[in-house]
């Protein structure tokens, strides 16, 4: 799944040769800015699927080219170092790094062991039902890998996984995904979800309740999908536990901090779960929750990260990368890329009138496609506006439009185009590049299977027409 140097080399320049064809030979009807931010878009987003320079310098040539060129005013270019997505990022790094600096993760992994460490696979479906379970009260799954993410990284060195291996490389990916993936399917879990809702109440009036959306999605989406998780990373990152003389698997001390430490971390994790859980009763987001915790824990002397450390414990190449993507979504809608490209969907779909299987999946894939140029959080800010159109033109009712977008945004390719992905496996300290062997064939799956099987289980509620 790994592009080689070579392919690289070719697709990158395959992509700077198609952006400068774009600048000298602009797009007829549209400003000269239209053009210029379509080949930025198609540099940076080739550089970032392929892998060819690291995800953070392309961000940064990003922000470099739109800033000279003008193609969108400082203030909102960088807006995204000032959204709550980063900042939750930021926190989540010093939470991560304060839960395994004070051993507290090796101390959680030593209790489950006993439950999981029985074989491979046990070890895989349990932390992922875990991480699934998890999104039904913690809504982020930046927090949820978080608190996942040093859990299973110490759970595999408690089996005797290194750095690099499969098993190691097989519960980094599975937490990843679980963390983020089947959150899509709960209303509060994961923020497109709320984007979706927000833009649906303000422009259509129209609000989902909690259990409509789960019943409508979790089946497939959320159930089906987390098994398909299961059995890729099984299979495509297969192991064994190996057994000491003993019969038991080889133990890894758990003394990476003391007692006290320990105690101070899980009281605070402990309250800051009990805030990201009741966020809609006191209404402070949960970025603002973990910083107030990284706060704590960063304070001298009572804090467990030292001050020092604050460098080390975040990751800033990831910082820059997530507020060059979500600066590439607003670039996207600001300079009407996101409504040209939808309306460009639109004219390319098949001409079938009614809630037909057809219509279905061609809605699905187009929000998919969508969510590779606009990245996920982007998806129904473009598509939304468009809903009533769509619904009109397939003979769908504009609910069920706007709840297809959920199949589309919930299908990720890339990793780049969503960050919770990021974050999960450079927490992980695994390549993010290894998790395009579980994305890939994933979304493939998804299309292939799951949308269909989607179309029926609506079939059977009587929700696309």
């Known amino acids: 799944m790994q592009l080689n140097f070579n392919v690289k080399q070719s697709l990158g320049l395959a992509a700077i040769v198609a952006a400068l064809l774009i600048i000298i030979f602009p797009f007829d009807g549209y400003p000269l800015h239209f053009s210029h ?14 892998g060819l320079l690291p995800p953070f310098l392309s961000g940064l040539i990003f922000f470099t080219l739109a800033a000279i060129f003008g193609l969108l005013p400082a203030n909102i270019l960088f807006s995204g170092f000032s959204s709550t997505a980063v900042w939750l990022i930021i926190s989540g790094f010093i939470i991560g790094a304060a839960i395994s600096t004070s051993g507290l993760g090796k101390k959680m992994a030593s209790i489950i062991a006993p439950q999981l460490t029985g074989s491979y696979p046990r070890i895989i479906t349990g932390l992922v039902i875990s991480s699934v379970l998890l999104s039904f009260i913690m809504p982020s799954s930046v927090g949820r890998a978080v608190v996942m993410i040093p859990i299973g990284m110490a759970l595999a060195d408690h089996v005797g996984f290194k750095k690099g291996s499969n098993g190691r490389l097989g519960i980094a990916t599975s937490l990843a995904i ?3 993936m089947p959150g899509f399917a709960i209303l509060p ?11 649906g109440d303000n422009l259509f009036n129209m609000q989902f309740g909690y259990m409509e959306y789960l019943i409508l999605h979790f089946p497939v989406l959320g159930l089906l999908k987390t098994f398909l998780i299961i059995f890729l990373v099984i299979k495509i990152f297969p192991a064994e536990i190996k057994l000491t003389e003993t019969g038991t698997e080889e133990e890894v001390p758990d003394s990476n901090g003391d007692k006290t430490q320990q105690r101070k971390v899980a009281s605070l994790l402990g309250l800051t779960l009990v805030f990201w859980m009741t966020d809609s009763i006191h209404g402070i987001n949960p970025a603002w929750v973990g910083l107030a915790t990284a706060v704590v824990l960063l304070a001298p002397k009572w804090g467990v990260v030292a001050p020092k ?10 910082v820059v990368f997530v507020a060059a993507a979500l600066g590439l979504g607003t670039l996207v809608n600001e300079s009407g890329l996101g409504t040209a490209l939808g309306q460009t969907f639109i004219q390319l779909l098949p001409k079938e009138s009614g809630g037909s299987f057809i219509n279905f999946m061609s809605l699905s894939i187009m929000t998919t496609i969508t969510g590779l140029f606009t990245t996920v959080p982007g998806v129904p800010t473009v598509l939304t506006p468009m809903a009533a159109d769509l619904a009109e033109a397939r003979g769908f009712t504009l609910r ?3 709840m297809i977008q959920v199949l589309g945004f919930s299908t990720i390719i890339f990793p780049y185009q969503i960050a919770p992905l990021i974050v999960a496996m450079q927490l992980s300290g695994e390549p993010l590049s290894r998790l395009l062997k579980i994305t890939l064939p ?14 029926l289980w609506w079939s059977l509620i009587g929700w696309p027409n």
């Open 37 to 50: 931010s379509a080949a930025l878009v198609l540099i940076t987003l080739a550089s970032w699927s392929t």
């Open 178 to 180: 679980a963390c983020n």
């Open 189 to 199: 879990a994961n923020i497109p979800n709320m984007i979706l809702a927000g833009a």
């Open 309 to 318: 450390n604050f460098n080390a414990s975040v990751d800033f190449a990831t």
């Open 400 to 402: 069920s439009v706007l």
């Open 442 to 455: 994933l979304s493939l799956l998804t299309i292939v299977i799951l949308f269909p099987l989607d179309y």
